[in-house]
T-cell receptor, first 113, second 116 residues
């Protein structure tokens, strides 16, 4: 069975500081992994995805994530937080059968000026 | 492409009324998903279709909820009768089984439903 765990429902960082949002997954087959961002009152927007190519994936807005099979992790990072990064972030896993996703519970990122 | 289109964007109704939410997926996509998002339960998958056929509706909360996809470009989610606990944001998403963007779900802007 697939599942996603996002550690920390709320994360606060200072503007300019490193952003680290954690995601661990469980999957019986090589997974597809995704990070989505949701700004207030908007739908989910794809940040980046891992589909068994390079383990370090670069996404939009300066975000990147590294797939670590040994740790079953796919943590999201950004070197320097910007005020506009304040949003809800969701990690998701898919095993590719039926395109069904399993989403984490989300992490709310606050950026402190 | 216009992306996934949902209507209405906001709906306020009274308990007991029928509510119909609409979704137009991205042209050419063969999967369509309906999600519900609440503060208490987060993002929940309600049902998904492949080539207009419902594949898994195990997430539909109860018989008051029904979903249809009469053709590749249109789907509805109906709640009858509606209850206050159905208040949530309902998202539609679509994806393509193959190609460069396979496995990526594209989300609509959502319908914010309030049942009084």
């Amino acid at each position: 069975a697939q599942s996603v765990t996002q550690l920390g429902s709320h994360v606060s960082v200072s503007e300019g500081a490193l952003v680290l949002l954690r995601c661990n997954y469980s999957s019986s087959v090589p997974p597809y992994l995704f990070w989505y961002v949701q700004y207030p009152n908007q739908g989910l927007q794809l940040l980046l995805k891992y589909t068994s190519a390079a383990t370090l994936v670069k996404g939009i807005n300066g975000f990147e994530a590294e797939f670590k099979k040994s740790e079953t992790s796919f943590h999201l990072t950004k070197p320097s937080a910007h005020m506009s990064d304040a949003a809800e972030y969701f990690c998701a896993v898919s095993e590719g059968s039926g395109n069904q996703f399993y989403f984490g519970t989300g992490t709310s990122l606050t950026v402190i000026p | 492409d216009a992306g996934v289109i949902q209507s209405p964007r906001h709906e306020v109704t009274e308990m007991g009324q029928e509510v119909t939410l609409r979704c137009k997926p991205i042209s050419g996509h063969d999967y369509l998903f309906w999600y519900r998002q609440t503060m208490m339960r987060g993002l929940e998958l309600l049902i998904y279709f492949n080539n207009n056929v419902p594949i898994d509706d195990s997430g539909m909360p109860e018989d008051r909820f029904s979903a249809k996809m009469p053709n590749a470009s249109f789907s509805t989610l109906k709640i009858q009768p509606s209850e206050p606990r159905d208040s949530a944001v309902y998202f539609c998403a679509s994806s393509l089984a193959g190609g460069e963007t396979q496995e990526t779900q594209y989300f609509g802007p959502g319908t914010r439903l309030l049942v009084l």
